[in-house]
């Protein structure tokens, strides 16, 4: 299974960072060489130059501490790198933060395009689940209590449906998120002359972004837009991740993570077989919910641009990266090698004796003589069922008032779970079929 988390490290790297810089800068020399705006040969100088191994990186921080200025200092190893001459074309008429944008926006499309790729992989593996066990019975819980009989097929289809929504909104959103930045200091673009939009045009063409409508230097809907989407999945993740945590417990046993040889659970207590990486999912999950609200609260930019947002937004947009991968990773391995034990599922059911298809009798007791009234009796003798710890369907047979409507067989059968998990199955294997088109 491959890991996007260390690609994403890797791209997220100061490497990475200054690459994506530099590679902003080579399309914006050769916009304006195709242009006539700088000379040919200073756009294959800055081009052949404009990569991290052909810059004395060693020297930066030298120069950062006079400059004070992350951009400038890498301009000025470019500079130097590109030769004398044509040296003097690198970032003509860009702002730092034209750069500094455009370069994350970057890092976001390969960010964007590997959580497909795993959002497909974790669909493919959900899509799996929910057909294999379509028609297995569980027990549905509501407010952690024991409800109505549903099946664990379509459990993992509602799950599916969660995410298949994730996807469809990073689908959605590389139109507004994948966007160039360049407009000059101030947005107006006056530093390029009449050329302002065709340098847009043939750099959104070299970067593979889209060409901005204006500049969005003081807008920064386009990041929050990314980390939101980046938390909707970390939250489905982590739902998914909470529930088989729950399932795991010793008295649930229902599902598990998959837990490989030499793998140990506890220091001290041998026996342990902890839910160890749906807890790291739940974590990365709430790292993401804080992070992506930190996002928005740097939104509020005033007049034409400051840096304030500047201080932490990129280390908050490169760690919702870093935590969402590693929950794509995580999620991805869980659902794929999710154990299921469908006995412990069959054994719950049977738990408390008939007592969670209470509905069920009470419904066909309803249409004889009334739901309310049906309502009344039921609930009188469940309830006596329970806390006297006496067989449910004992107690309905020799009640007069049930006797006298349902016979012992029909109560028999109303008390099969199978008889009540409703269209179940076939939610869950439709909702399959319109995932598997979403992921084709």
Same mark, same amino acid.
């Given at each position: 299974?491959?890991?996007?988390?260390?690609?994403?490290?890797?791209?997220?790297?100061?490497?990475?960072?200054?690459?994506?810089?530099?590679?902003?800068?080579?399309?914006?020399?050769?916009?304006?060489?195709?242009?006539?705006?700088?000379?040919?040969?200073?756009?294959?100088?800055?081009?052949?130059?404009?990569?991290?191994?052909?810059?004395?990186?060693?020297?930066?921080?030298?120069?950062?501490?006079?400059?004070?200025?992350?951009?400038?200092?890498?301009?000025?190893?470019?500079?130097?790198?590109?030769?004398?001459?044509?040296?003097?074309?690198?970032?003509?008429?860009?702002?730092?933060?034209?750069?500094?944008?455009?370069?994350?926006?970057?890092?976001?499309?390969?960010?964007?395009?590997?959580?497909?790729?795993?959002?497909?992989?974790?669909?493919?593996?959900?899509?799996?689940?929910?057909?294999?066990?379509?028609?297995?019975?569980?027990?549905?819980?509501?407010?952690?209590?024991?409800?109505?009989?549903?099946?664990?097929?379509?459990?993992?289809?509602?799950?599916? =449906?969660?995410?298949?929504?994730?996807?469809?909104?990073?689908?959605?959103?590389?139109?507004?998120?994948?966007?160039?930045?360049?407009?000059?200091?101030?947005?107006?673009?006056?530093?390029?002359?009449?050329?302002?939009?065709?340098?847009?045009?043939?750099?959104?063409?070299?970067?593979?972004?889209?060409?901005?409508?204006?500049?969005?230097?003081?807008?920064?809907?386009?990041?929050?837009?990314?980390?939101?989407?980046?938390?909707?999945?970390?939250?489905?993740?982590?739902?998914?991740?909470?529930?088989?945590?729950?399932?795991?417990?010793?008295?649930?046993?229902?599902?598990?993570?998959?837990?490989?040889?030499?793998?140990?659970?506890?220091?001290?207590?041998?026996?342990?077989?902890?839910?160890?990486?749906?807890?790291?999912?739940?974590?990365?999950?709430?790292?993401?919910?804080?992070?992506?609200?930190?996002?928005?609260?740097?939104?509020?930019?005033?007049?034409?641009?400051?840096?304030?947002?500047?201080?932490?937004?990129?280390?908050?947009?490169?760690?919702?990266?870093?935590?969402?991968?590693?929950?794509?990773?995580? =999620?991805?391995?869980?659902?794929?090698?999710?154990?299921?034990?469908?006995?412990?599922?069959?054994?719950?059911?049977?738990?408390?004796?008939?007592?969670?298809?209470?509905?069920?009798?009470?419904?066909?007791?309803?249409?004889?003589?009334?739901?309310?009234?049906?309502?009344?009796?039921?609930?009188?003798?469940?309830?006596?069922?329970?806390?006297?710890?006496?067989?449910?369907?004992?107690?309905?047979?020799?009640?007069?008032?049930?006797?006298?409507?349902?016979?012992?067989?029909?109560?028999?059968?109303?008390?099969?779970?199978?008889?009540?998990?409703?269209?179940?199955?076939?939610?869950?294997?439709?909702?399959?079929?319109?995932?598997?088109?979403?992921?084709?």
């Amino acid at each position: 299974m491959r890991k996007i988390l260390p690609e994403i490290e890797e791209i997220l790297s100061e490497k990475g960072l200054f690459s994506r810089w530099l590679m902003v800068e080579k399309a914006l020399a050769n916009a304006q060489a195709a242009l006539d705006i700088i000379p040919q040969k200073a756009a294959e100088d800055i081009s052949a130059n404009a990569k991290v191994e052909c810059l004395e990186l060693e020297k930066y921080n030298e120069i950062y501490e006079k400059t004070g200025h992350p951009m400038v200092s890498l301009l000025r190893l470019l500079e130097k790198a590109a030769g004398e001459e044509s040296g003097q074309y690198i970032h003509l008429g860009a702002t730092t933060q034209d750069i500094i944008d455009t370069g994350m926006v970057l890092a976001l499309k390969e960010m964007l395009e590997r959580t497909e790729e795993k959002l497909c992989s974790i669909l493919t593996s959900v899509c799996n689940l929910a057909e294999k066990y379509a028609d297995t019975p569980m027990m549905g819980r509501t407010h952690n209590i024991q409800a109505l009989p549903i099946t664990f097929g379509y459990k993992a289809a509602v799950w599916g =449906g969660e995410l298949g929504r994730c996807l469809d909104r990073i689908k959605e959103s590389k139109e507004r998120v994948l966007v160039l930045q360049l407009s000059g200091a101030v947005g107006s673009m006056v530093s390029f002359g009449e050329n302002g939009a065709q340098i847009q045009r043939l750099m959104a063409q070299k970067l593979k972004l889209n060409v901005p409508d204006i500049c969005w230097h003081a807008c920064r809907d386009r990041y929050v837009e990314f980390a939101n989407d980046m938390a909707y999945i970390g939250g489905a993740l982590a739902r998914i991740a909470n529930e088989v945590y729950l399932l795991m417990g010793t008295e649930f046993g229902e599902l598990s993570e998959y837990w490989g040889e030499g793998r140990v659970g506890s220091s001290t207590m041998p026996h342990k077989v902890n839910p160890t990486s749906t807890q790291h999912m739940q974590a990365k999950a709430t790292h993401l919910r804080y992070h992506s609200a930190q996002i928005a609260e740097l939104s509020l930019v005033d007049h034409e641009r400051n840096m304030q947002h500047f201080i932490g937004e990129r280390k908050l947009m490169e760690e919702i990266c870093i935590y969402a991968a590693e929950l794509l990773d995580r =999620g991805d391995e869980l659902l794929e090698t999710l154990v299921v034990n469908t006995d412990k599922m069959k054994e719950n059911i049977a738990l408390l004796g008939g007592l969670t298809q209470s509905e069920h009798v009470m419904l066909a007791l309803g249409k004889k003589i009334g739901k309310q009234h049906a309502h009344h009796i039921i609930n009188e003798i469940a309830v006596r069922s329970f806390k006297e710890k006496k067989n449910f369907e004992e107690e309905l047979c020799k009640d007069k008032r049930v006797n006298c409507v349902l016979i012992p067989e029909e109560i028999h059968d109303l008390l099969d779970p199978m008889e009540y998990i409703g269209k179940c199955p076939e939610m869950a294997r439709q909702e399959v079929e319109i995932l598997r088109k979403k992921i084709q």
